[in-house]
């Protein structure tokens, strides 16, 4: 499979929130608000890629019996790195995301695509792998965030262009399963997938 390819089907055809719904966890808690999303989104493409290179390179000389408990640790290093490097340059978007950070070492998003892609495939399509399937979740959770922003509080990235409040269920949990549920089937008649 194409490089290209290997990107672009983590956008429409594997992507990790509208087709897979994988990570709905950070998926559905993060979203408040654009930015949050796409802080979110990029956050675990990060580790996406790195670990996906990591695991991809140390597969063959890892004992089959602690295979799942090594990329565990492979990954959790790489969201040590991010959360050092969150709380250095972007401390208040730290803030917001709060537990959902160190969370990425558990979500199955990350760790699937270890088990499923990178254990068997080569670094640099692992690393285009991690990058598409973290570009999906990047545009998923953005999409998903600028929604309940616009409906919830009448903004965009935090822009008001709304006068007055929203519709303060799309704020809240009760709003997120509506949104994401309306995307899902917005995504998939566009896309044409059943």
Do not use: W
Request: proline share 4%.
């Amino acid at each position: 499979m194409g490089k290209f390819k290997l990107i672009t089907k983590g956008l429409v055809k594997e992507n990790p929130t509208f087709v897979l719904l994988l990570g709905m966890c950070p998926t559905l808690a993060t979203t408040t608000s654009a930015i949050n999303g796409m802080g979110m989104g990029l956050a675990t493409m990060f580790v996406l890629v790195l670990s996906n290179m990591a695991i991809s390179a140390t597969a063959p000389y890892i004992p089959d019996k602690v295979r799942i408990p090594s990329y565990i640790v492979i990954i959790a290093a790489f969201v040590t790195v991010l959360q050092f490097i969150m709380q250095a340059y972007t401390p208040a978007m730290y803030e917001t995301l709060g537990l959902f950070i160190p969370l990425i070492v558990v979500n199955c998003i990350v760790l699937g695509r270890a088990e499923a892609f990178a254990n068997k495939n080569s670094v640099i399509d692992s690393a285009c792998d991690g990058l598409g399937i973290g570009l999906g979740f990047t545009m998923s959770l953005t999409i998903l965030g600028l929604v309940r922003e616009i409906l919830g509080s009448g903004s965009a990235f935090g822009f008001k262009f709304i006068s007055g409040d929203g519709i303060l269920a799309f704020v809240l949990a009760p709003g997120a399963f509506l949104a994401l549920a309306y995307l899902i089937v917005l995504f998939r008649k566009i896309t044409k997938m059943n």
